[in-house]
């Protein structure tokens, strides 16, 4: 079905060494542009080891039969921001989109 995504959800949290490892993952919503997933915890210890602003990386995919699902487009922050009260939106950004010259738009909205 053109113009919709099979989208999937995936929080990671950065590692002593600074690289990701993820610690949540959801269900994929089929041939959609808006995803509702079902709600989810992640525990404090497991999200970031008490360290509030340890950087955690979202990304949400495509997903596609082969496996090689498709970045859609990804945001970085923190617990200490996530708990903020205007912490309520975030925009997706696809690295090899933006880099293209022209005008970017972000690829969706979280």
Not at 45 to 70: A, I
Not at 95 to 108: D, L, T
Request: charged share 25%.
């Amino acid at each position: 079905f053109f113009g919709s995504s099979d989208p999937f959800l995936v929080i990671s949290r950065t590692n002593e060494d600074g690289t990701y490892f993820p610690v949540a993952k959801t269900e994929t919503i089929m041939n959609t542009l808006n995803p509702e997933w079902q709600p989810f915890s992640v525990s404090l210890q497991k999200l970031c080891n008490g360290q509030y602003d340890r950087p955690l990386l979202f990304e949400v995919f495509d997903w596609n039969s082969s496996g090689n699902h498709e970045l859609i487009g990804r945001f970085k922050t923190n617990v200490s921001t996530l708990q903020r009260e205007d912490a309520v939106e975030f925009k997706l950004w696809n690295p090899k989109k933006r880099a293209k010259r022209g005008e970017y738009q972000p690829s969706g909205r979280l």
